[in-house]
């Protein structure tokens, strides 16, 4: 495979004069060809399209248990999204803990889950969380810009979001919560632990899937729960 | 009665034009290609709509595989070795300056200090081996290396570096929790999650980079 130099025929017809044909030089490129494509794989191969990306993320310091003046924060602004795992969503309205039995008006209202075990199953981002979180996010948005003169809200957008993961939540449901949290463009918002309290809720009302699920008896399991913890 | 002497066509063909090809695609190629540092541990992060690119430089990283192992690395070789050094008194380990050699070229810790001195005298090939098993870093209450590492490093480079989360899609959020109590002790609140991009479902949003 040697590169041949050399005339390209032609050689007989000029012969003249004994004067040297003029080669026209002719390189065999193959070996080149070949190096070339080599290395293209090499880089194709190699090359990753897709840019990884960061979101900053801001997490509250740690409360000072003494200080009693913090929290005072309307409850009506308040959403709180309980994330479980299967990459459920519950979430109810209102502060709930702070009075102890205060979880009541809305819990459950319609927990933002869809029977879909393809969904469930599936490693990506489970569709009705777009549908369903940013539809409640916007509903909760819409309703306290409307009701904020009543209120007396200053400001534009009172919501705040209140996220709380559970023990069974995994990394890409806290991914995905704060990217929605960007969507809907919240600024207000906490990324906190779940009460135990909420869990039990939760586990009572996954026990049976929401049929026969009683709100009056989840309550007074909190007003318990939370009266010995606070 | 001579016969019609087909003329052999040559079977020469001009290449050129498929060598510039190549030779171009492989020019894009070498200077669009990023490097990445081989890591120990495969992780496949979760994606979101965050554009900002991942700074190049002056990084803290912090590992999360999908088992929940923490994996710890500083991405300036040169910040290592006093890193590790710090580290080595914290703890009350001396490295050997062959093993602080080993230190400066490895992207991330992910054994216990104790054995971080005898993994460093292995073959690469058995380190593989070794970070198949590997608990990672420790980050229970009572020996939170992690703690320790970040700390360290934050004083050997007088907390120039920023920090990055890189977890798998599927690391339970008791480790993440763990992992972010332990920055929070430091008063360290504000952190980026390593993420793919995805498109921006908004309406009127393209996915660009130009955003920042």
């Known amino acids: 495979m040697a590169a041949e130099v050399g005339g390209d025929g032609g050689g007989k017809k000029k012969q003249k004069k004994g004067r040297k044909k003029r080669a026209i030089p002719r390189i065999d490129m193959t070996p080149m060809v070949d190096l070339g494509f080599l290395l293209l794989t090499f880089f194709v191969l190699t090359a990753r399209l897709s840019v990884p990306t960061v979101m900053p993320v801001v997490v509250p310091a740690d409360k000072d248990p003494n200080d009693k003046e913090q929290d005072k924060v309307s409850e009506e602004k308040i959403l709180n999204l309980i994330l479980t795992g299967k990459d459920r969503i519950y979430w109810y309205k209102g502060g709930g803990k702070k009075e102890g039995v205060e979880i009541n008006r809305t819990f459950f209202e319609g927990a933002a889950k869809k029977s879909d075990p393809a969904a469930e199953e599936s490693s990506s981002r489970p569709a009705y969380w777009g549908e369903g979180v940013r539809k409640v996010i916007f509903e909760k948005k819409q309703e306290l810009k409307k009701r904020r003169r009543e209120l007396n809200f200053t400001e534009e957008d009172p919501l705040i979001v209140l996220i709380k993961m559970t023990d069974d939540a995994v990394y890409r449901n806290m991914v995905d919560i704060l990217d929605e949290m960007n969507i809907t463009e919240q600024g207000k918002y906490m990324l906190l632990d779940a009460d135990p309290a909420e869990i039990e809720i939760i586990k009572a009302y996954e026990e049976n899937e929401g049929k026969g699920f009683s709100v009056e008896k989840s309550l007074a399991k909190i007003a318990s729960g939370a009266g010995n913890k606070k | ?212």
């Open chain 2, 1 to 212: 009665m001579g016969k019609i002497a087909v003329k052999r066509k040559s079977t020469f063909i001009d290449m050129t034009p498929m060598v510039d090809l190549a030779f171009l695609l492989i020019t894009f190629f070498m200077l669009t290609i990023k490097f990445v540092p081989p890591e120990s541990v495969e992780v496949s992060m979760p994606s979101s709509i965050a554009t900002t690119a991942q700074p190049p430089k002056n990084l803290m990283t912090i590992i999360i595989s999908q088992e929940g192992r923490v994996f710890f690395g500083v991405s300036n070789p040169d910040d290592r070795v006093n890193i590790l050094r710090r580290m080595g008194k914290e703890y009350g380990y001396t490295f050997t300056a062959e093993q602080e050699n080993q230190f400066r070229l490895l992207n991330d810790v992910g054994v216990d200090i104790k054995t971080l001195g005898q993994f460093l005298d292995l073959s690469p090939e058995k380190r593989k081996e070794v970070l198949k098993t590997t608990t990672g870093v420790p980050i229970d209450s009572t020996n939170n290396q992690l703690d320790k590492w970040v700390i360290q490093s934050r004083f050997a480079t007088n907390d120039g570096l920023s920090l990055v989360i890189k977890a798998d899609q599927k690391t339970p959020y008791t480790v993440i929790r763990e992992v972010v109590n332990t920055l929070k002790k430091q008063k360290l609140n504000r952190f980026n999650l390593i993420t793919m991009q995805e498109a921006d479902p908004r309406p009127g949003r393209v996915e660009t980079n130009e955003k920042k």
